[in-house]
């Protein structure tokens, strides 16, 4: 088994509702996928909430640029909201989620994932991929990726808020 940097977070969806909802996400970095990370959001965010977690998969790389700057251009977007916080907009054909985080866990989970492997130490397609998330019962938004820094196109996600 390898090496794997788990964090918990919270993270705020922004709806058009008058208060954001506050959910406990996971953050996950696993060294036998480097140029990867993972969130996990609970399975009462899903459309289908018989598939359980919802697993989104993108670059460390695109976390790391969008905590400065706005960074993305598919499936996930990551931009800085002020000094503290950070906004993930997540696509898919039925929808877009927008959720903010506080920049510091972030910061802080990079660190953590950096420790297990360096940045330019990642190590794409030398091993293969797990080809779906290890927890039972956990939807897995899956993609495909050459490089580090290439942000990982999803599937479809549960999810989402309804345009």
Known sequence: ????????????????????????VTLR?????????????????????????????????LLASGLRQPSGDGDVRVWPCGRAQTVMEFHAPDGVAV????????????????????AGQERPGSEERPGAYDRPGSEERPGAYDRPGAEVQSEPSGLLHRS
């Open 29 to 61: 970095y696993d060294d036998a996928d480097p140029p990867a990370l993972r969130i996990v959001f609970p399975p009462e965010l899903s459309l289908d909430r018989e598939q359980g977690e919802v697993v989104w998969t993108f670059a460390r790389d």
């Open 1 to 24: 088994m390898s090496p794997v940097v788990e964090q918990p977070a919270k993270a705020r969806l922004i709806t058009d509702a008058p208060h954001p909802r506050t959910v406990s």
């Open 99 to 118: 959720v903010q985080f506080d920049s510091a866990p972030l910061r802080r989970f990079l660190e953590s994932s950096y420790a297990l492997v360096p």
